[in-house]
C-alpha cells in the first residue's frame, strides 16, 4: 500500500506539482497566492480530491476546503498551504496537503467510515510572500486580520489585495472573519516538515508540535537624500543604503544579545534603485522571533534603539512599521498528549516556524505532526525530508484521523 504512494522516489502529489511553479532564476518554487502557478495549484488539488470523491469548495477568503461527508460540524479538518516562500522548498506546505489527500485514501482504501465529517483544507498565502502577512488565509479566517486591512495590503506591484483577490473571483468585500466556516471545524491537525533540526536525534520520523515562537515582521523605513552618484562627495552624502547597511548589522547584535532569539532581513527596497543614483529611501523587512511575546517585545525595542542610532549616525532618519504579529503558541497540550499516545510516544517538539495551526489554535483545537528534516534546511531548495519519512507521517496522520473520526 505504502509504495502506491510514491512516485519516483516521493509522494506522488508531490510529483505531481514538481513542475509547477519552478523559479528558474533563484532556484525551488516560487508560487505565490493568485498567480499562474498558484492557480494551477489549486486546479490540481480539486482534480486530486475530487478523484477520492470530496466535494471541493472556496471560502471567501481564498482557502480550499475538500469534504468528506457534509460540511461541519465537529468535522476534523487536515491540511496546510501550497504557496512557498520566493525560491522554496518542495515540502513546506504541499507535503501537509498531499499527506492528508494520502491519508484520506487510505481510510477510503481500508474501508474506514468516519462518524464526523473531514475536510482537507489548502490555506491560502500562508507565507505572506505576496501581501507580506504571512497566514494571511487563516489569519482572516479566524478575524486575526480584519476584512479592511487585508484589502489594502500591497504587492511589489502595487495591486491590493482587494484587486487581487476579485480577479481570482472572489467577492472583495466578503473577506474577513468567516465565523460559519470556523465554527465547522471541530479539530485541525496539520503536517508540516520540521524546519530545523529538532527531530534528527530523537529517532523517530515524526513528531507532535508542543509550540512555536512568539514572531513577526517589521518594516524599517530609511530616509536619506537621493543625489548624483559621481557629484557628490563622499562627506556630502546622506545615503540611506549605507545606513541601512548598519541598521542590518544592529539588527542582528539585538538578536545576538537576546537569549534564544533570531532576527532576519531578508528583503531590502532600494528608492528608487540606480548604479549611479545615490538612494533616496530603503525600506529593510525585518523578521524578529524570540521565546516569548515579551522577549520578543524587547528584542524589537532593543533593536529600534541601536537602529536609530546608527541610522542617526549615517545623517539619515529611520520609521520602524509593524506589518505583522504573532504571539507565542502552546498548543493544547492535553490535546498534543492523547495525539503523542496514539502514536506510540512520539517526542514533542517546539518550532521557531509560523503556520495556520498557530493562527487557529487560539480558536479551535489545533494539533501538528512534525515529518523529520534531515538537513534541517528550509525556505529553501534544499529542503528535503526522506520518502519513508513523508511515508511515516502520513501513517501517523491516518492513524490520527482515524482515532479522532
Ligand atoms: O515564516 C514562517 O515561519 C512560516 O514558514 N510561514
Ligand atoms: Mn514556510
Ligand atoms: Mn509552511
Known amino acids: ?67 468528506w461527508g ?22 513546506d506546505g504541499p507535503l501537509g496537503v498531499v499527506a492528508a489527500l494520502d491519508a484520506v485514501a487510505r481510510l477510503q482504501a481500508s474501508g474506514f467510515r468516519p462518524r464526523r465529517p473531514l475536510a482537507v483544507v489548502v490555506f491560502a498565502e500562508e507565507e505572506g510572500s505576496r501581501f507580506g502577512v504571512a497566514c494571511l488565509g487563516s489569519r482572516l479566517l479566524s478575524g486575526a486580520i480584519s ?60 513528531a507532535i508540535a508542543s509550540s512555536i515562537l512568539a514572531h513577526g515582521r517589521w518594516r524599517l523605513r530609511v530616509n536619506g537624500q537621493g543625489n548624483h552618484a559621481g557629484a557628490t562627495g563622499m562627506r556630502e552624502r546622506r545615503d540611506p543604503v549605507v545606513a541601512a547597511a548598519r541598521a542590518v548589522l544592529a539588527v542582528e547584535q539585538a538578536a545576538l544579545a537576546t537569549e ?10 532600494i528608492v528608487p534603485g540606480g548604479t549611479n543614483v545615490i538612494a533616496s529611501a530603503v525600506d529593510a523587512w525585518v523578521d524578529a522571533r524570540a521565546s516569548s511575546d515579551a522577549q520578543t517585545r524587547a528584542l524589537v525595542a532593543d533593536m529600534e534603539a541601536r537602529v536609530q542610532e546608527v541610522v542617526a549616525g549615517s545623517g539619515c532618519t529611520v520609521e520602524l512599521i509593524e506589518e505583522s504579529w504573532s504571539g507565542l503558541v502552546e498548543f493544547d497540550s492535553a490535546l498534543a498528549a492523547q495525539l503523542v499516545g496514539t502514536l506510540g510516544g512520539v517526542p514533542l517538539l517546539p ?44 501513517e501517523a496522520l491516518e492513524s490520527l484521523l482515524r482515532s479522532v473520526l
Open 260 to 269: 534564544d532569539a533570531r532576527a532576519t532581513v531578508g528583503r531590502m527596497r
Open 70 to 91: 457534509a460540511p461541519g460540524p465537529d468535522a476534523v479538518v487536515t491540511g496546510s498551504h501550497l504557496d512557498s516562500v520566493p525560491g522554496g522548498g518542495a515540502f
Open 147 to 206: 476584512g479592511d486591512a487585508a484589502r489594502a495590503l500591497t504587492d511589489a506591484d502595487g495591486v491590493t489585495v482587494a484587486e487581487a483577490a476579485s480577479a481570482a473571483g472572489l467577492a472583495p468585500e466578503h473577506l474577513g472573519r468567516d465565523d460559519e466556516a470556523l465554527a465547522r471545524i471541530g479539530l485541525f491537525i496539520e503536517l508540516h516538515v520540521e524546519q530545523g533540526r529538532g527531530l534528527i536525534d530523537l529517532g523517530s520520523p515524526v
Open 351 to 394: 518550532t521557531g516556524a509560523g503556520h495556520d495551526a498557530g493562527v487557529l489554535s487560539g480558536r479551535v483545537p489545533t494539533a501538528m505532526v512534525f515529518v523529520r528534516n534531515p538537513t534541517g534546511v528550509s525556505h529553501s531548495p534544499e529542503e528535503f525530508a526522506e520518502a519513508e519519512d513523508c511515508i511515516a507521517g502520513v
Open 1 to 67: 500500500m505504502t509504495g502506491g504512494l510514491l512516485a519516483h522516489g516521493r509522494l506522488a502529489g508531490l510529483d505531481e506539482i514538481s513542475g509547477v511553479g519552478v523559479d528558474a532564476a533563484r532556484g525551488g518554487f516560487s508560487r505565490h497566492v493568485w498567480t499562474t502557478a498558484e492557480f494551477e495549484l489549486r486546479e490540481w488539488f480539486t482534480a486530486r480530491a475530487a478523484r477520492l470523491g470530496l466535494d471541493v469548495e472556496t471560502d471567501r477568503n481564498g482557502n480550499l476546503w475538500a469534504w
